[in-house]
């Protein structure tokens, strides 16, 4: 597809100023994964809930690149999978599955951060999960969910066992298939998100490197959870969002149109 038409009217004066504060975040999300190196290609989704709606979130266009979305080209979805705005691209069917039970299930999952890392793939094999290496893995292992692999999640039987695998936790992780974070923000949703990927990285390091491991002691690990509230003020993610966005403005862009 040529570069020009990837174009998308510019919707700022379509929708309410909060809407398009929240496709601006969301965006800019997509472009930061793609400037870590967790994208995966077209694939993987993240997605964020419309506020004051029911059901509705924005998601990703299917065939954009992630360093491609900008706010005007993010999707509308209602709670069927429909689109509800106009767009060349269709939805990830699996993102739709995936992203719609947690908004439905989670109030306050407000954004849903769902990636393929090589890393988090590759913890996601290991029998043991997340081993309590690192002091990034203590903030995951505080609220940490695993989830069966079922296959490609494109079926709706499938959502209530993901549901209650995720329960209330921060952070899913989806056997032989990846890493899932939740967050009331999309800023939330980014930094659980790093330190997820941080602590896989971390541990496969680990791993390959020694003969043997020094593992957190439990009695440090049952702390862990009061611990992550101060140290991150609540794994807030508005703490490290405002660099992160000029680190975005520097190096890609354009998030924002």
């Known amino acids: 597809m040529p570069a020009q038409a990837l174009d998308n009217p510019n919707r700022r004066d379509e929708v309410s100023a909060e809407e398009w504060q929240l496709r601006v975040d969301l965006a800019a ?5 793609a400037l870590f190196g967790w994208d995966d290609l077209v694939f993987t989704h993240i997605s964020a809930r419309l506020p004051g709606a029911s059901g509705e979130f924005l998601i990703n266009p299917y065939g954009l690149m992630f360093e491609e979305v900008t706010a005007s080209s993010l999707i509308k979805v209602g709670h069927a999978g429909e689109k509800l705005c106009e767009s060349r691209f269709s939805v990830n069917p699996a993102g739709f599955v995936i992203h719609s039970a947690v908004h439905a299930a989670r109030p306050d999952a407000h954004c849903v951060m769902h990636l393929h890392t090589s890393d988090g793939v590759a913890v996601s094999a290991q029998r043991h999960g997340v081993l309590p290496l690192s002091q990034q893995s203590m903030f995951v292992l505080a609220s940490l969910g695993y989830h069966d692999y079922e ?8 959502k209530p066992r993901l549901v209650r695998d995720l329960a209330d936790h921060r952070f899913l992780m989806l056997r032989n298939h990846g890493l899932l974070t939740v967050g009331a923000s999309v800023a939330d949703a980014f930094l659980s998100m790093y330190l997820f990927e941080r602590t896989c990285e971390i541990q496969l390091r680990a791993l390959a490197g020694a003969t043997d491991t020094v593992q957190v002691p439990a009695d440090i690990l049952a702390g862990a959870h009061a611990q992550a509230e101060h140290a991150t003020r609540g794994l807030g993610g508005a703490l490290a969002w405002p660099g992160l966005l000029r680190r975005l403005d520097r190096q890609l862009p354009g998030y924002d149109t």
């Open 29 to 33: 999300a997509y472009r930061l994964v």
């Open 151 to 158: 296959g490609v999640a494109l079926r709706d039987e499938e």
